[in-house]
């Protein structure tokens, strides 16, 4: 089994920054690529940013030049830097990993549980 677990999440004001964590862990044999989205109340799941094993990135177009993905010196984990946060970020925002179990095997899809960003002045 493979567990993925956010951290990091908070309440910031209107124009602050927070890092958000991803780490996976488990019977992991390689992750092909893992995104975050996030979900405000009365939304539905939108996607934020990916980073793929090969370290291509891409981007909602309302993060673009303030969020970015970027992976962890520790064994897979992966970060989401947000500057300049803005009151329409404020959501629960969700890791994505697409995981091998073991060699040849399918992309299996994993999802964490959440961390809240709250964003407030």
């Known amino acids: 089994q493979v567990q993925v677990v956010e951290s990091g999440g908070g309440l910031v004001q209107p124009g602050g920054s927070l890092r958000l964590s991803c780490a996976a862990s488990g019977r992991i044999y390689s992750i092909t690529a893992v995104g975050w989205y996030r979900q405000a109340p009365g939304k539905e799941r939108e996607f934020v940013a990916r980073?793929?094993?090969?370290?291509?990135?891409n981007y909602a177009d309302s993060v673009k030049g303030r969020f970015t993905i970027s992976r962890g010196s520790a064994k897979n984990t992966v970060y989401l830097q947000m500057n300049s946060l803005k009151f329409e970020d404020a959501a629960d925002y969700y890791c994505?990993?697409?995981?091998?179990?073991?060699?040849?095997?399918?992309?299996?899809?994993?999802w964490g549980k959440g961390t809240l960003v709250t964003v407030s002045s």
């Open positions: 980073i793929t094993s090969g370290d291509n990135t």
């Open positions: 994505h990993a697409l995981v091998k179990t073991f060699a040849g095997s399918y992309d299996i899809n994993y």
